[in-house]
């Protein structure tokens, strides 16, 4: 046999052992590149966003030379009339119109909207207490500073965008833009948002209006925050980064609202409002066009016209947008459904069904005044959003609002100062008398910490509403004899200590379509007895309780109160209504349960009867969403008692066509005393509101009450968008 050389041996393992060490670098090689290729593409993100952040300064400063060469235009053209008018200034008022209209124009042209036709005007009208003079009451070296401080009554379940609960749609608010908002202190009115211009032009060869959106290019979805989620939830780089807020995200949120698998009690409701528009047409990322359905309205002369709703106008104004880089997709960056149809998300279930159920519901995506910094268990955050168009919607740094479990313990955070603002409980009155007498206040006064009080009407009522699809309240009869059984005004004086103030219709007290000339049902327990007898409820066996035979069988009166377990001035309340309705032989039985089961018992409509509130929108109302026989019986919808009225549902329509203001508060009073007539509910009240709030907390006043400030303003409530904080030792 022959023997290979031992040098050749060697060199052999020399050469095996440099190929391993070749191999073993070349793999350590490619885990360094694959870090620092981790490393270059997260500095690619931030790249990018610094990238955004400086294309939004540039705007700004191209807004501010835009300005100057505007104002320098306005001066040369005043100085050339002045000459031509022989020394004489003419027209000043013509001369700033003039000048802002010229600005709006070149602003639009600057930002690519090559769409806009200047022949046009804008719907929008600039406001002037946010441009003039809340600059003038914060002077010249405000800067917004310090954390407001607040509670509210229990943890959301989640911040899905479509939320049914009121909180959570005021967050969403906060951190999100709309097409158009109102002028500060005024009903119905439109000024800028989201929109620079909205213009209404005629479809072609027609008389039927649509509407014309022009966007703002510097606002910007912001990043989702990875320490907002679950550990083990990965998130795309896609989603940690900022998107531009586009046309596209509008007909998004359109598109979401009006996909029929999408049973958000929030999207049911909306659908009342903009289930009506026909189309939303992109033009281009900054441009869409509105148009809404006709109807052939018949005018006196008997000529037939095609119209759109009285509330195109305002709910296109109301539009607002819907994340699409995260509402789209899984969090690994996936699209949930492939998206080849434009209107897939109107239309696709599988969609729908991910939706309700998103991995990003418990965030809110922020593009607002507002951006959402988290939510615990103990409390959610809020900080001020530096690059917001509106500087001063936003006059503090931050918000923390802590959740409670019950409304004493709210009250005692306030009492001890933890809190800014209250709005007190009229069960707390004496307390509070007591609570400015004691030493503990003294003390706080000498801190800076002096409470002051505001007092207003606040835009809701409380009634207890009857369950027309059970046999019990079918007939208007007994749901009569149920109100006049409640003494109201004994509530109002001791479970309310007089705050609140006795109504008899769904309006809000001190509009012009709650018909004030329509006398309560009295109090009367006679009367009361004498009507369910009419109705064939007699105590047939003398065991104080009223019985009727029904489908051959003797039915005791007998049914169940429901109530937020939580509400301590409701429960009182119920209880009280529990002992009326005693007297006249109905046995009432008092079902106080927590938010979950409310929630799950309205969508169902599983009651008998139920205290409630509701929050009173702005004008111009729209009864439809709680009194159209449509939503009778449609699950999750806000006509819960199931009530159904024709010549209610004909004026409903008519009110959605009816654009003469006499004429629409004539039929806003007619529909009142429908309702006067039926009691689908028992009006209870509208609470009078004690807002308590530090001596820090500045800018706080009613803006009906300061036409002074704001020339016809008709908002009877203060608003907190403009409080903002005093440093310590100012």
Same mark, same amino acid.
Request: glycine share 6%; proline share 5%; aromatic share 12%.
């Given at each position: 046999?022959n ?5 050749? &041996?060697l060199?052999?393992?020399i ?8 191999m073993a670098?070349?793999?350590?090689s490619?885990?360094?590149?694959e ?20 294309? %939004?300064?540039a ?5 501010e ?16 009339? %002045? ?7 003419k027209?000043e ?6 000048k ?17 036709d200047?022949?046009k005007?804008?719907?929008l009208?600039?406001?002037?207490f &946010?441009?003039?003079?809340?600059p003038?009451?914060l002077?010249?070296g ?10 509210d ?9 479509f939320s049914?609960w ?5 967050w ?10 109102s002028?500060?202190?005024k ?9 620079i211009?909205?213009?209404?032009r005629m479809?072609a060869? %027609?008389d039927?209006p ?9 606002v910007?979805w912001?990043?989702l ?7 083990e939830?990965?998130l795309?780089?896609?989603?940690l980064?900022?998107h531009?807020?586009? =046309?596209?995200?509008?007909k998004f949120?359109?598109?979401?609202v009006?996909?029929?698998?999408n $049973?958000e009690d929030a =999207?049911?409701a909306?659908?009342? &409002? ?16 509105v ?20 509330? +195109?106008?305002s ?7 819907l ?6 997709y ?19 279930m599988v969609?729908?069904?991910?939706f =309700?159920?998103?991995w ?5 995506v922020?593009?607002g005044?507002w ?11 809020f900080?001020?959003?530096p690059n917001?168009?509106?500087p001063l919607?936003?006059?503090?740094? +931050?918000m ?12 005692q955070?306030?009492?001890?100062g933890k809190t800014d603002?209250y ?7 004496v307390?509070?008398e ?12 000498? $801190?800076?910490?002096?409470?002051h009080?505001?007092?207003?009407? +606040?835009?809701?009522?409380r009634?207890?509403?009857?369950? $027309?699809? %059970? ?13 006049? +059984? ?11 200590n ?14 012009p ?8 049902h ?5 009367q009361?007895?004498r009507? *369910? ?10 065991d104080g309780?009223?019985?009727?035979i ?25 209880e009280y209504?529990a ?17 979950a089961? *409310? ?12 205290y ?6 702005t004008?111009p109302?729209?009864p439809?969403q709680?009194?159209h026989?449509?939503?009778a019986?449609e699950?999750?919808?806000?006509n819960?008692?199931g ?7 004909r004026?409903i ?6 654009y003469d ?7 806003y ?11 689908p ?19 706080v006043?009613?803006?009906?009450e300061?036409?002074d400030?704001?020339p ?15 440093k310590?030792?100012k």
């Amino acid at each position: 046999m022959n023997k290979e050389p031992i040098g050749l &041996y060697l060199l052999r393992y020399i050469i095996s052992f440099g190929l391993f060490a070749f191999m073993a670098m070349l793999y350590w090689s490619s885990q360094l590149l694959e870090g620092d290729l981790k490393v270059l593409r997260s500095d690619l993100d931030q790249l990018k966003n610094d990238i955004f952040e400086l294309r %939004t300064e540039a705007r700004v400063s191209d807004q501010e030379v835009l300005q100057v060469i505007i104002d320098d235009q306005a001066r040369q053209h005043e100085l050339i009339k %002045t000459i031509l008018h022989g020394g004489e200034r003419k027209s000043e008022g013509f001369d700033e119109k003039e000048k802002k209209e010229s600005l709006m124009e070149a602003d639009l042209l600057l930002r690519g909207h090559r769409h806009v036709d200047p022949a046009k005007p804008n719907i929008l009208k600039k406001d002037l207490f &946010y441009a003039v003079t809340l600059p003038k009451m914060l002077g010249s070296g405000f800067r917004p500073w310090g954390v407001r401080k607040g509670a509210d009554l229990g943890k959301p379940e989640n911040l899905h965008p479509f939320s049914p609960w009121s909180q959570v749609r005021d967050w969403q608010d906060m951190c999100l833009v709309s097409v158009a908002t109102s002028e500060f202190g005024k009903y119905e009115t439109m000024a800028p948002n989201m929109a620079i211009k909205i213009e209404e032009r005629m479809v072609a060869g %027609t008389d039927t209006p649509e509407y014309w959106v022009f966007l703002r290019d510097n606002v910007y979805w912001q990043p989702l925050n990875p320490s907002h989620f679950p550990e083990e939830l990965h998130l795309s780089p896609e989603f940690l980064r900022k998107h531009k807020v586009t =046309a596209h995200d509008f007909k998004f949120f359109f598109d979401a609202v009006m996909n029929p698998y999408n $049973q958000e009690d929030a =999207a049911v409701a909306l659908r009342n &409002y903009i289930g009506d528009i026909e189309e939303i047409k992109i033009i281009d990322d900054l441009t869409f066009v509105v148009r809404w359905k006709t109807e052939d309205v018949e005018l006196p002369s008997g000529k037939m016209i095609p119209k759109v709703k009285y509330i +195109a106008k305002s709910w296109t104004g109301a539009l607002r947008p819907l994340p699409r880089f995260v509402y789209q997709y899984f969090p690994d960056g996936k699209k949930i459904v492939e998206d080849e149809e434009s209107d897939i998300y109107r239309t696709n279930m599988v969609w729908a069904q991910n939706f =309700a159920e998103h991995w990003a519901r418990n965030v809110i995506v922020s593009c607002g005044p507002w951006v959402f910094d988290g939510m615990t268990d103990r409390q959610i955050r809020f900080k001020r959003n530096p690059n917001h168009y509106h500087p001063l919607r936003v006059l503090v740094e +931050a918000m923390e609002i802590e959740f409670k479990e019950g409304m004493d313990a709210l009250w005692q955070d306030f009492k001890a100062g933890k809190t800014d603002t209250y709005v007190l409980q009229p069960n707390q009155l004496v307390e509070l008398e007591e609570f400015l007498l004691s030493d503990e206040y003294q003390r706080q006064v000498k $801190q800076g910490l002096k409470i002051h009080r505001i007092e207003y009407l +606040a835009r809701v009522y409380r009634y207890i509403g009857w369950n $027309q699809t %059970t046999p019990l309240f079918a007939s208007k009869k007994v749901r009569r004899a149920m109100t006049m +059984a409640i003494d109201r005004h004994r509530i109002i004086a001791q479970n309310l200590n007089g705050l609140g103030v006795e109504i008899t219709g769904n309006f809000f007290f001190n509009s012009p379509s709650y018909d004030k000339s329509i006398a309560s049902h009295p109090y009367d327990p006679q009367q009361a007895r004498r009507l *369910l007898e009419e109705e064939g409820w007699y105590d047939s066996d003398g065991d104080g309780i009223v019985d009727k035979i029904i489908d051959g069988k003797t039915k005791p009166f007998r049914f169940g109160l429901t109530y937020y377990v939580k509400d301590t001035t409701g429960k009182a309340i119920c209880e009280y209504v529990a002992t009326a309705l005693k007297e006249i032989g109905v046995d009432c039985r008092l079902n106080g349960i927590d938010i979950a089961d *409310l929630s799950a018992t309205l969508e169902d409509k599983s009651f008998d009867a139920i205290y409630m509130g509701w929050s009173l929108g702005t004008p111009p109302e729209n009864p439809k969403q709680l009194w159209h026989s449509s939503g009778a019986k449609e699950k999750g919808s806000s006509n819960i008692v199931g009530f159904v009225n024709n010549e209610a549902d004909r004026i409903i329509e008519q009110l959605e066509y009816e654009y003469d203001l006499n004429e629409r508060k004539s039929l806003y009073h007619r529909f009142h005393r429908i309702l006067h007539e039926e009691q689908p509910y028992t009006f209870m009240y509208t609470p009078k509101s004690i807002l308590l709030y530090r001596d820090y907390v500045q800018n706080v006043f009613i803006p009906a009450e300061r036409s002074d400030l704001i020339p016809g303003a008709d908002v009877a409530m203060p608003d907190p968008d403009i409080f903002w904080l005093r440093k310590p030792g100012k």
